[in-house]
């Protein structure tokens, strides 16, 4: 009896030793991954909360995507690599936001984006060849654009020659397996402008451009894949601050009717929210060319706040009650403007989808990603929406993501990757990625 | 006696673990153990008070008593879906154990007090890994007392009830995503609380050698009102999550069994047996903690779990060697109820495939030496908790020697 129990037991004993799951198998199916580079813009080029500082380039898409491309066989994924954690110094740079308390105009602290006090590194060429090509501010054309280093400061860090397009740079670096997200910027831009300092790139200019990045980086046969365009008016830049943000009691409400009674303009107030004023140049009014904010129209998160909480911006400026004050368009995007930049990122996803198809490349539907994430996206316990800090995936500037957005991310590249060309690259573990660190 | 004692400490602070489907446990007696877990229609000892509350007036002896403890050893590996990295819960030594007092003033009555660990769980997945935003660690133990009064009708019909006291305590942690200079935050819930059941069952033995039995054990809301509840999350957000109490409720689910059984042989040295218990498992719908003080952040929060009825099959058999040692063989399934679409890693739950043996050794008249092994292998199954969009595949293996006594005279 003794015998079999002691059978029996080792038996146990040993089989439970080989209770094992298999293990990941990582594959690089029909790709060579031994050479990877990125192009793109900001987004791929890991810069965060209004900056391009160290540990926002370590948690770059391109960044994450190599260290699991490495498990393939991949080599060195070089980045012109920040020293500080600050960002880059060149005119109009600040450094990078943290959450902090800001005081407001009338004294009330609050949590939320301050900027960090550090000194901000000189933009100095790093002096060595780089895989991350990407480059904040870069429009799909400005690839193709010789000499571009001399208007990028970004561009220039790395620029291997400042005469040199940016394309030039790819055929020394002998990629085999590319990522490409470009072209935000060709309507983003004119985005953060509210419209009105910046234009929207032709579709036909960037079908060019996108065609010409293409071309250079499948010159040595490389493989890759290629991110479309996300709704740029669906990030908390413009989702943050509502239209109708203008919070009134009822006796402010009867002196604001009171005073458009007097400007003979027809907008009623009344206590709670209402739209803010904005200007309109086609108003029948001779003198004020103002009128409300419809549903659907944005404000930017760049407006000076201190402005609408005190200054009466976006009706009527207590220090000068003779006339409205409408928030400067700069600062808002009307429906027009929000078709225009609607119509023109599908205009270009259509160009991106087909381009996808005639290269053979994989494809990332980003634009369909994004869409998720407004409607709130789930990973390991990890909810995540496009709100603006308590979202989780944006970081501070409400334009790029966080870490942990950037690691969401990054998985939909791998994903593309593995369906297109029948790898098993293994995802990251998104909760080894920081969201938005609160003091 | 200072060994004794310690075991009795052991036992006494003994925690219990899941296995089988849900958080349910079954080591009740060490010679039912031997036999599969069955025991329903059987009526050895005082351990038929919890079996089966109507098979304690068939035992032969005026009083009996019996006792024991398992060492419950687990371990349940997670490979995360398309992510590298692998993880090896290791479960630490659970002790469920049992005591069973049955006592005869007549022919055909007993009364009798069974104390026993029949639901429990216990793990530590670490505070870093993957699904901490859903379980870092949970231990959740329950002791239930059962004062059981039973009669029986010629030598053919008995029939039993007794009152089921559970007390129970738990203490789990988990992250949460919100995070400051030093990481994570965490919520540590824990608390204690204690409420009634019953448990009723008929045996019956129709002719020479057969015995049959049915039982019933029911539900037992474990509802825990004003649990402590307390986050850590960074300095900026504390206002939000306000040192607090939370009411939490889990049911312990309704059991019922039916078991057959048939004794040959010369002087009846074959038993065979059967058993098959339907687990109520539909009552455990979500883990609901209702936050008392609530803020913007912190409310009432369900966990759903929504668990499905499950039938579990067992078959034993006993021989009796000789006057002095008894063997016995059993093997049982035990289907899991959670879905796949609701695999939490707080309670991995997979199809299991239970293998027991066991032994008693008679020294002495009346006292019997009961030891017993049991082997689960868990079936290895891919899952996703999908409210957290938590997936991957698990794979458990548990194994529990164990030993008991049982004392009739």
């Known amino acids: ?439 | 006696m200072r060994r004794f004692t310690t075991l009795l400490l052991i036992v006494c602070l003994a925690a219990t673990t899941s296995f089988g489907g849900g958080y349910q446990v079954g080591l009740h007696s060490m010679r039912n153990i031997g036999m599969g877990l069955i025991g329903t229609s059987l009526s050895y000892d005082a351990s038929s008070l919890f079996y089966n509350p109507g098979g304690s007036p068939f035992i032969k002896d005026q009083w009996s008593f019996s006792g024991g403890v398992s060492f419950l050893l687990a371990r349940t590996t997670f490979q995360p879906l398309n992510v590298m990295e692998q993880y090896n819960l290791e479960h630490k030594l659970n002790t469920p154990f049992y005591f069973y007092a049955a006592y005869k003033p007549t022919a055909n009555l007993s009364i009798g007090l069974a104390v026993n660990t029949p639901y429990g769980n216990s793990l530590s997945w670490g505070e870093t890994w993957k699904g901490r935003y859903l379980i870092q660690d949970l231990s959740f133990r329950a002791i239930t007392f059962q004062p059981t009064v039973s009669y029986k009708i010629k030598d053919v019909v008995g029939i039993g009830v007794g009152l089921v006291y559970a007390y129970g305590a738990f203490d789990m942690n988990k992250a949460i995503p919100l995070q400051g200079s030093n990481g994570d935050g965490t919520l540590n819930i824990n608390g204690s609380t204690g409420n009634f059941g019953f448990n009723a069952g008929i045996m019956v033995h129709p002719e020479t050698g057969w015995s049959l039995g049915l039982s019933y054990r029911s539900k037992i809301e474990m509802s825990v009102t004003s649990a402590n509840a307390d986050f850590t999350v960074p300095q900026s957000l504390s206002s939000n999550f306000p040192k607090n109490k939370v009411d939490v409720m889990l049911p312990l689910p309704a059991n019922l069994d039916f078991g057959a059984s048939y004794e040959f042989g010369k002087d009846k040295q074959w038993m065979i047996g059967m058993n098959l218990c339907y687990v109520f498992w539909s009552t455990y719908d979500s883990l609901i903690f209702d936050f008392q003080t609530k803020t913007a952040a912190v409310n009432r929060t369900a966990t759903p779990a929504l668990y499905t009825d499950q039938l579990i099959m067992r078959i034993g058999a006993q021989y009796k060697a000789s006057d002095l040692l008894t063997i016995r063989l059993g093997g049982y399934y035990d289907p899991t109820p959670v879905k796949n679409s609701y695999l939490n890693p707080q309670t991995p739950s997979m199809n299991q495939i239970g293998m027991t043996c066991g032994i008693s050794i008679y020294p002495t008249k009346g006292l019997s030496i009961d030891a017993a092994f049991l082997y689960i292998l868990g079936v290895e199954r891919s899952g996703t908790y999908s409210p957290d969009n938590f997936a991957g595949t698990y794979k458990n293996a548990l194994y529990s020697p164990g030993i008991g006594l049982t004392y009739s005279f």
Not at chain 1, 127 to 150: D, T
Not at chain 1, 336 to 355: G, R, V
Not at chain 1, 391 to 404: C, I, M, T
Request: net charge neutral.
């Open chain 1, 1 to 439: 009896m003794k015998k079999i129990l002691f059978i029996i037991l080792s038996l146990a004993v040993f089989t439970s030793c080989e209770r094992k799951i298999d293990e990941f198998k990582v594959e690089k199916g029909s790709a060579n991954f031994s050479t990877y580079i990125a192009v793109g813009n900001s987004m791929m080029a890991g810069y965060a909360d209004g900056a391009l500082y160290r540990t926002g380039q370590m948690y770059s898409i391109p960044n994450i995507i190599a260290g699991q491309l490495k498990l393939a066989g991949s080599g060195n994924f070089v980045q012109p690599v920040v020293n500080n954690d600050f960002g880059v110094d060149f005119p109009g740079a600040r450094p990078k936001l943290i959450m902090g308390y800001p005081v407001d105009c009338k004294g009330t602290v609050s949590l939320g984006p301050v900027p960090a006090t550090g000194t901000l590194e000189p933009a100095a060429p790093v002096g060595y060849q780089v895989n991350n090509l990407a480059i904040p501010g870069a429009k799909s054309f400005h690839m193709l654009f010789p000499g571009y280093a001399l208007f990028n400061p970004y561009y220039a860090r790395f620029a291997t020659n400042a005469n040199n397009m940016v394309v030039q740079e790819i055929a020394p670096l002998n990629p085999t397996f590319f990522t490409l997200w470009l072209g935000d910027n060709d309507v983003l831009g004119y985005a953060l402008s509210g419209g009105v300092g910046d234009t929207i790139t032709s579709p036909a200019l960037f079908q060019q451009a996108m065609g010409g990045v293409i071309t250079a980086l499948v010159a040595n046969g490389a493989k890759g894949v290629l991110a479309n365009i996300p709704d740029v008016t669906a990030i908390p830049f413009f989702t943050t601050i509502p239209y109708n943000g203008l919070v009134l009691t009822q006796s402010q409400a009867d002196s604001i009717n009171m005073a458009m009674a007097l400007y003979q303009l027809p907008f009623h107030y009344s206590a709670g929210p209402n739209p803010f004023l904005v200007n309109e140049p086609n108003s029948p009014h001779p003198y004020f060319k103002v009128r409300q904010m419809q549903p659907g129209e944005l404000v930017l998160l760049s407006v000076p706040q201190d402005s609408l909480k005190c200054k009466g911006m976006g009706i009527i400026d207590p220090g000068n009650p003779f006339q409205p004050y409408p928030i400067p368009s700069q600062y808002v995007l009307t429906i027009n403007e929000i078709t225009m930049i609607k119509s023109m990122t599908a205009a270009y996803n259509t160009i991106l989808f087909n381009l996808a198809a005639n290269f053979n490349l994989g494809f990332v539907d980003m634009s369909a990603n994004l869409r998720l994430l407004q409607k709130g996206i789930v990973w390991d316990g990890i909810k995540m929406t496009s709100t603006f800090v308590t979202g989780g995936a944006f970081s501070l500037d409400g334009v790029h993501l966080n870490p942990r957005g950037c690691a969401v991310a990054a998985n939909y590249f791998i994903d593309a990757i593995n369906l297109k060309y029948g790898s098993t690259i293994p995802q990251v573990n998104i909760t080894n990625y920081p969201g938005v660190i609160f003091p």
